[in-house]
């Protein structure tokens, strides 16, 4: 059987080919990761953010003064999805870009008052989200442990 393909119930068994769906754990990613995001919704419409804006402020929350291209690594994002995402961010006082100190053609990137009380709103949305999920936590820390490996392994 291929390696990025899995066997799951007898309905499948007689089927010789990989190339059908329910055998595909990129779809099963991919589906959790649509079912994932619009579980978040709800909570971060409340914070007026976009799950990417909600990830960019999560970095900002425990690395205020990140440069852009570290937060780009920390987030799998390239620039040109990233610039976008300050800016809008920006718009809505969140943050401010800077130029660097020490290196002019660096962007460090700093929270605002406003975007660090905002955290204090968001503290409640790992546990919302931790709750509807339904899963014990060390079943979502295997996933999340599971999901890091394949990540690690497909960047090499």
Known sequence: MASNTLKQD?????DTSDLVIEKQVCFSL??????????YRPML???????PQYLVMIVLWSHDGINVKSLGTKL???SGTLT??????????LLVRRRGLEDERVREIFLTAQG??????????????LCK??????????LKESCDKMCDNLQE
Do not use: C, F, G, W
């Not at 991919?30 to 579980?39: L, V």
């Open 10 to 14: 007898t309905n499948m068994a007689s």
């Open 30 to 39: 991919y589906s959790a990761a649509n079912a994932i995001i619009r579980a």
């Open 45 to 51: 419409n409340a914070l007026d953010l976009t799950y």
């Open 76 to 78: 799998h994002l390239d």
């Open 84 to 93: 976008p995402l300050l800016k809008r961010l920006e718009n809505k006082q």
């Open 116 to 129: 660090a009380q905002l955290k204090s709103l968001a503290e409640a949305v790992p546990n919302e989200m």
């Open 133 to 142: 999920s339904k899963l014990p936590i060390e079943e979502l820390l295997s």
